[in-house]
């Protein structure tokens, strides 16, 4: 290896603005710990100044993560930068991530400023951001469409005024691989002082070449890639992690350069995040996907079973598909079930949210007879979702169909501490279920969405669905995991509820506020 990849990830922050993927503090932790074990360079873990929430989840991965360092996104806002600068007061390392947009189109109809007054502002930023840490990013937004004379303008200012990592985004997905990679390429030869910086990018996955275009950059000179688990972000997301760690990886001969990765955490992680956000990885997902080494065609059959390479060119352990093996059952104890749940990143704050967790363990185990990592991670997820503030809780459900007969359910529900029962028919017993809590709930919102996905293999699998709403522009996801479909369907229906319930006061990373 002549060259060290960073690999910054942006789950917390990017993958967060998809939408209703939205997370709690705590699963936040969980996720910035899996990250940690997975040895991720930096993590950002949020934009502090969006809400109160935002800065008090990047504020807690700052004091759990000890190994990664942790970053805070901010505006060019005095603001924003002293927001971050407080959020990441207590991190044993920590970044600022400052950006402005920078392309004509944004300059003039978003920010109505001067690309003058854009460069002040960048500037003053950085200097700023130093106050609080030496490690300053700094990212000219839409920088796939600017102006390459002012990029090279602005990003030679802020490296002067302390910036250490410039992040060239291709913010709305824009870019080619060619001419992307070229564009680096530019900047790093026409920038006097660019030897002074690590150049980054992040890209965006709107025409499906976010990889294509990081992995272009990376042979262009760029040693910083900005991703997130499984692809997550917003509208089409971004670049996948476990797509650019596994190509420079398996391409030696092509790049120049490796990352840090435990690549056998990679699986684990993306399976952590799905649970935890409700997007289920599709089957034929490179790398984490189900089917990503598996082979139907006879003669691929034949040739792996001859010799692996013919048809592989990754080894499925070496990404940590074989770390997922059944560890626990109904005669498990409380230490075995504590010990494992320790080295999937979950350490209880107290005796009594073990006891809880143990308990419902065992309800599980009751219900099937192999208990794998995939369904402690759904049972630790669906605890969490129950420790939000609630209104509305479910406490039975009873649920007919039967051949030449309507299906029809019948729900009692606790909503702000009384309960209340519903009966409903409907195409089928879930429809019927879902129309029985909304005339509970009376939440007049959309259901956009749908899913469910098998946590395990097995007729006794839980099942874990996924239920988006949306209501006047607000969109959310529940998620429900059970053994009974049915009554995984109605969790996630009732969580989706809650969620719309709580208040929503946060703000978007690029909206304008200069």
């Known amino acids: 290896m002549s060259d060290k990849l960073i690999i910054f990830d942006t789950t917390l922050r990017d993958g967060e603005q998809s939408p209703g993927a939205s997370m709690t503090r705590d699963e936040k932790v969980r996720i910035a710990k899996a990250l940690e074990r997975l040895k991720v360079d930096i993590i950002e873990a949020g934009f502090p100044a969006a809400s109160p929430g935002d800065f008090e ?12 360092t ?10 924003d930068i002293d927001q ?7 991190a044993r390392r920590s970044r600022i991530h400052t950006f402005i947009a920078t ?27 130093r106050n609080y840490t030496d490690d300053v990013e700094f990212s000219p937004e839409d920088a796939g469409r600017s102006e390459e004379d002012f990029l090279c303008r602005i990003l030679e200012a802020v490296i002067a005024a302390g910036a250490t990592t410039l992040n060239i985004p291709d913010t709305v997905g824009y870019a080619m691989p060619l001419p992307f990679g070229q564009r680096i390429r530019n900047l790093i030869e026409r920038i006097p002082n660019a030897d002074k910086a690590i150049f980054s990018v992040h890209c965006h996955n709107d025409l499906g070449l976010a990889v294509a275009n990081s992995l272009s950059a990376v042979l262009n000179g760029a040693r910083q890639v900005e991703c997130t688990i499984n692809g997550l972000g917003e509208r089409a997301g971004n670049a996948a992690l476990e797509e650019v760690v596994m190509a420079v990886r398996t ?16 699986v684990t992680c993306s399976k952590l995040v799905s649970s935890i956000t409700g997007f289920p990885v599709q089957p034929n997902k490179a790398i984490v996907g189900a089917n990503a080494f598996a082979h139907e065609s006879g003669i691929h059959q034949d040739g792996v079973l001859k010799h692996r390479e013919t048809y592989e060119i990754m080894r499925a352990e070496d990404v940590g598909w074989s770390a997922n093996r059944m560890v626990l059952g109904k005669h498990s104890g409380r ?36 208990i794998f990592d995939e369904d402690l991670q759904a049972l630790i997820t669906e605890a969490s979702l129950e420790t939000e503030d609630e209104r509305v809780k479910l406490v039975a459900l009873k649920a007919c169909a039967e051949t030449g007969e ?9 909503i702000d501490g009384e309960e209340a029962t519903g009966h409903a028919k409907g195409c089928g017993v879930v429809d019927a279920s879902f129309k029985a809590i909304e005339l509970l709930v009376l939440s007049a919102a959309t259901v ?14 839980q099942g874990e669905v996924t239920v988006r709403l949306e209501k006047a522009g607000r969109i959310v996801n529940g998620q429900g995991a059970d053994t009974d479909i049915v009554m995984a369907s109605a969790k996630a229906y009732i969580n989706a509820v809650n969620r719309l319930l709580a208040p929503h006061k946060r703000s978007h990373p690029q909206a304008d506020n200069l």
Do not use: W
């Not at 971050?84 to 207590?90: E, P, T």
């Not at 749940?341 to 005796?351: A, D, I, K, P």
């Not at 309507?406 to 606790?414: D, N, S, Y």
């Open 251 to 266: 391409r030696r001969d092509v790049f120049s350069c490796d990352t840090s990765i435990d690549t056998r955490e990679i």
């Open 57 to 68: 989840s990047v504020q807690a991965v700052a004091r759990a993560v000890k190994e990664s």
């Open 70 to 79: 942790v970053c805070g996104l901010a505006r060019a806002l005095d603001k």
């Open 406 to 414: 309507t299906p029809e359910a019948r729900v009692t529900l606790k």
């Open 335 to 370: 230490n075995a079930f504590r010990s494992r749940m320790v080295e999937l990143g979950v350490e209880f704050e107290s005796e009594e949210l073990l006891n809880v967790a143990f308990q419902r363990f065992k309800e599980l185990a009751d219900k099937k007879h192999d």
């Open 84 to 90: 971050a600068g407080a959020a990441l007061k207590d």
């Open 448 to 461: 956009q969405l749908y899913s469910v996905n098998s946590i395990t293999s097995g007729t006794d699998a």
């Open 103 to 129: 392309s004509p189109i944004h300059m003039q109809l978003k920010l109505r400023m001067e690309p003058d007054q854009v460069m002040e502002y960048a500037v003053a930023a950085v200097k700023r951001a």
